[in-house]
């Protein structure tokens, strides 16, 4: 399969300007039909991703995710992983990775692994991968786990998707993951949507330094 670059365009909002930040925010977390299906492989090989179901039902575990392990570990793992990505620097990713393993529960980091193992397949065959392409070579050497916030971070610089795509495309993936058996899911409103939790993790100053670099 081979996979070709399609051009970008990212839009700012005037300085200070919150309301078109905001509007802005929303436009992006609307999703991408070419990264649902660049996601595809995970949607339909994942049972369970990082959302967790099984004990109550999937709106209530939305909301459980949104407050705790988005808030703590996969939102700073997304914009941690995908500012490094962008400065070329694989070992940032790495470590921000390895905070993921000390983070995630064996159970949630082995899913983290394989859908992040899922999205690596998936990607293989596209040409001159940059620092994708390194992270790829970690993973295969074992000097990294792969996890699939990571690598979708990665992924997502890869294609010149902004942070806010990178975030939004990955809670589009959590809720279609974790509501696939649900009839006619109400989209999250509110602070627990998608462009809500976007808007919370891109504004969060301090979530770059919420994830510790474990030494290995």
Known sequence: ????????????????????????????????????????SVRARMAVLLVEAAAQPAAAAWNEFAEGRLRDEIGPALKTAWQAAQ???????????????????????????????????????????GVLGRLREAVEQGRCSGHIAVVWAAVGHFFQLSLANVIAEYLHLEWDIVMRDELAPAKPAGRHSIAGLTSQIMHDASAELALRVVES
């Open 1 to 40: 399969m081979k996979l070709h670059l399609l051009p970008s365009i990212t839009l700012l909002p005037p300085p200070h300007d919150t309301a078109a930040d905001e509007q802005i925010i929303e436009e992006w977390a609307r999703g991408l039909d070419w990264v649902k299906w660049l996601l595809g």
């Open 87 to 129: 400065a070329g620097a694989v070992a940032d990713l790495i470590a921000a990775d390895a905070s993921l393993t000390a983070l995630l529960s064996p159970e949630a980091g082995a899913r983290s692994i394989q859908a992040g193992a899922v999205l690596l397949k998936s990607t293989r065959h596209a040409r001159y991968q």
